[in-house]
């Protein structure tokens, strides 16, 4: 689902609504569906909740999936929004050992300053 954006709002005047900051994420990674079905992507961003890809077919919103290789491995995520081909999704039952090893690889990452990109 998409969301009309108000012209009159500007990225600056938008708040953003994520809970941790976001570091630019550009690392190749697979998106594995219920079906295994394996859809590969590239990162765009990253947090400690969540990251957005560029995909090579459109996801459902809502659908689990696991996403792979982050943190040393694949982890449980939703797709929370998608435009197109780039999707935003949310992290789901992170192990501490898993939220620790995300944590540490936004430490040496830049922050992502760029305008949202709304999902």
Known sequence: MQTHLDPRKTPETVPDRRRHPRYR???????????????????????????????????????TVEIAPIAGGRVLALVRRNIGRVSGFEFLSLTPEQIERIRKSCKVLPLYRGESLGI
Do not use: R, W, Y
């Open 25 to 63: 994420f550009s690392m190749p990674i697979t998106i594995h569906t219920s079906g295994d079905q394996a859809i590969p992507g590239i990162g765009i961003e990253i947090s400690e909740s969540g990251l957005s890809a560029i995909t090579a077919d459109s996801l459902k919103v809502n659908a």
